[in-house]
């Protein structure tokens, strides 16, 4: 039995790039029947990075509708009306604009959950700011504590925007909870600002208890040693020796000397340079396979994988990892969602998404004809 507890859902998705598409994809992988509105040129990020808008969109039925009109506004308000939750992330500007904001649509829908994904809450001076991943990055602190010395770093995936759909799919389910008891929608904000703040804690914390910034150490950690990556003979592994004892075990097994001037987690802080040279000194002997087969058991340790590794391992297929999906003939490999239950793996949808692919049968199911759709055709309201 598949896991589908969002089944007999629907939903709009008013999404581009990546946060609102991947939590409109997030609600597709659990059971909800997702309509992704398109304008009429198309979502951006299928010109900009396609790979995304196909890792985002699968299984979403998909209707091409020109919302700055009032045709297609209409139309979005009648699909709204049959609707249990509404995703969008369009600027402020857009959503005021169109009038598609939740007090204009949950007047259409009392029932509606509307979630929005924007930069910055509606309670932020800068929340008409134009901000995107790594905006929120810079803005909210992870940048900072991200690189090392001397230079800062962005997290090279869009992980704010990712973060900020798995948040929004977990506050739409209490929201549904919610609504089984009060019969009422409502309106959520998952700012991405907020989100990286967050996530900063962290080292606010460490911050107010110590008064010190946290050091940018690259993969290293300011508060263990041994703690980075480090070369072998054929790649390079990550090793993180969290105590004493575990650093006595990583010595004895690559040979590392022990002596008394190391033999603390504070002493070892304090010569960081010197105690990653011995490390690399001796891992660089083996192998990584070599290197992960003997400390496996005793001190935490992995290989460092690129993208290609993951890719190329189809262990991760079979498995349900990752789902290939052919494209227009090319073979896609697309990551599933990290959610196991009794029933086995979350099921991944099997087709990607169209622009445009359903524009028709939804209309009709809203309960137009076909002469009215062959107007909205020749108008420009739908493609």
């Not at 770093?153 to 008891?181: C, K, T």
């Not at 105690?275 to 992995?302: D, F, G, Q, W």
Request: charged residues 25%; hydrophobic residues 40%.
């Amino acid at each position: 039995m598949d896991f589908k507890p969002l089944a007999g859902i629907r939903a709009v998705e008013l999404g581009h790039f990546v946060a609102g598409p991947n939590l409109g994809s997030l609600l597709t992988f659990f059971g909800a029947e997702v309509v992704k509105v398109e304008p009429p040129q198309g979502d951006i990020s299928l010109r900009t990075a396609p790979w995304a808008y196909h890792l985002f969109n699968m299984g979403k039925r998909d209707i091409c509708l020109d919302i700055s009109k009032v045709e297609g506004q209409e139309i979005l308000k009648k699909l709204v009306a049959s609707s249990d939750i509404l995703v969008e992330n369009l600027s402020p500007e857009s959503v005021e604009k169109l009038g598609l904001g939740y007090e204009r649509l949950s007047q259409v829908n009392p029932r509606l959950i509307y979630c929005s994904i924007k930069g910055f809450s509606r309670d932020s001076p800068d929340w008409r700011r134009p901000a995107f991943d790594a905006v929120a990055q810079a803005e909210g602190g992870l940048m900072a504590t991200t690189g090392s010395e001397g230079w800062f770093a962005r997290v090279n995936n869009p992980s704010v925007d990712m973060g900020a759909a798995a948040y929004g799919l977990a506050a739409i389910a209490l929201a549904l909870i919610e609504r089984n008891m009060t019969g009422r929608g409502r309106f959520i904000e998952v700012p991405l600002f907020d989100l990286a703040v967050y996530w900063s804690g962290y080292w606010i914390a460490y911050y107010s208890m110590t008064g010190k910034e946290p050091e940018r150490l690259g993969t290293g950690h300011s508060a263990y040693s041994p703690y980075g990556v480090y070369r072998t003979s054929d790649g390079h592994v990550f090793i993180g020796v969290i105590t004493d004892e575990q650093w006595i075990k990583l010595c004895r097994l690559l040979g590392i000397p022990i002596t008394e001037e190391l033999e603390t987690m504070r002493k070892r802080i304090e010569n960081r340079s010197h105690v990653n040279m011995m490390v690399e000194a001796a891992t660089s002997r083996y192998t990584t396979e070599s290197i992960i087969s003997l400390l496996a058991r005793e001190v935490p340790v992995a290989k460092v994988r690129t993208i290609a590794d993951l890719a190329g391992d189809y262990s991760l297929v079979a498995r349900g990892l990752l789902k290939e999906m052919d494209i227009e003939g090319m073979i896609l490999k697309l990551a599933t969602p990290p959610i196991i239950t009794d029933c086995g793996r979350v099921e991944t949808p099997t087709h990607p998404a169209k622009t445009g692919s359903d524009t028709v049968e939804i209309l009709k199911r809203l309960g137009y004809g076909d002469g009215e759709i062959l107007d909205f055709k020749r108008s420009g309201v739908i493609r």
